[in-house]
């Protein structure tokens, strides 16, 4: 497949390049980015042709999908377009600010038989797969609460790009960007998200917070905590799940205990092999379980759990999702 990039706006777009170079048979031939002389640079550097203008990259037949990485804030109306295009379409998370623009998105797709991938990439680690199918094997019993804990040190690190603190551009901070692995795994794990409540703070002056939790109800009574920042360091992702039969911590490896063990923690043997990333199986065109996916239905969820939860930050209330 020949793949345009479409703009190096984020952080990831750089090593969606690389893997698709290295890891398949496709093939970069062409690159869009708002900001000239960066896709410009990036072209030079990957041996693909720069597109000035959006619309003309769009009207090459050889060009036959997209990966999107550009600001959160134009992901409905790039999409949109190439979905018209009749190309393929990866996006990075989230997939639009609102539930009316991913709805709008879902209309553009079914109207054009068309599909769409997320960048949903925890899904498809071992750990987190490991955990999905002790939660459906009911080896932990019904689940009671559960905890995602992912941060890293960007702001006080200062390696995140300044405009990763824009409002316009991102919508939010912290929660948005790196909060929406713990958003979609909640939901991965706990089912349909019911109400949600939100505490932002921020540590570094940015206008957009730096440092967030948002405790969520789910539908069956489970509760869900989704932690994040920019401001945190030597903090290795943690999962924690408690059920009415067991617990379950991933924290550099996984340990759980249940009713089987008597209680005694133990670290599993073996864990699932991991999957390929939602990258490869949107370039090979394939889905490799029916438990993990990461098309539109997935998309809208997280999209209406970011609105409830940054709703709830500036109300100051809980919210429905």
């Not at 559960?146 to 939010?172: D, K, T």
């Not at 109800?217 to 920042?229: H, K, L, P």
């Not at 290795?236 to 039969?245: V, W």
Request: hydrophobic share 40%; with cysteine.
């Amino acid at each position: 497949m020949n793949v345009a990039i479409i703009s190096y706006w984020h952080v990831h777009a750089e090593g969606y390049t690389k893997e698709i170079l290295e890891k398949t048979d496709s093939k970069v031939t062409a690159i869009w980015d708002e900001d000239a002389e960066r896709g410009l640079r990036y072209a030079k550097q990957f041996g693909a042709t720069f597109y000035e203008d959006y619309d003309e990259l769009l009207s090459d037949k050889s060009i036959e999908g997209i990966v999107l990485n550009s600001a959160t804030s134009e992901h409905t109306r790039l999409i949109l377009k190439a979905i018209e295009a009749g190309k393929k379409v990866f996006s990075e998370k989230v997939l639009a600010l609102t539930n009316a623009e991913c709805l709008e998105i879902k209309e553009a797709l079914e109207r054009n038989n068309a599909e769409l991938t997320l960048s949903l990439v925890k899904k498809c680690d071992p750990e987190f797969l490991f955990a999905k199918q002790m939660v459906q094997s009911g080896a932990l019993g019904r689940i009671t609460y559960a905890r995602m804990r992912n941060v890293h040190n960007g702001s006080i690190g200062n390696w995140l790009p300044a405009h990763f603190y824009s409002l316009e551009q991102c919508g939010g901070g912290a929660m948005i960007d790196l909060g929406a692995h713990p958003m979609y795994l909640l939901n991965w794990l706990l089912g349909e998200p019911k109400m949600v409540q939100s505490v932002f703070t921020n540590i570094t002056g940015h206008e957009v917070e730096d440092n967030a939790v948002s405790v969520i109800e789910f539908e069956q009574g489970a509760i869900g905590v989704s932690e994040t920042g920019f401001v945190s360091v030597y903090t290795p992702a943690t999962l924690e799940i408690s059920g009415t039969k067991g617990t379950l911590y991933i924290r550099n490896g996984v340990s759980y205990a249940n009713e089987e063990t008597k209680g005694q923690w133990v670290t599993p043997e073996i864990l699932p092999q991991a999957l390929p990333s939602p990258l490869i199986q949107w370039i090979n065109g394939n889905n490799t379980s029916e438990d993990v996916t990461f098309g539109i239905e997935e998309a809208i969820v997280l999209t209406r759990m970011m609105e409830a939860a940054y709703k709830s930050y500036h109300n100051g209330t809980r919210e429905r999702v």
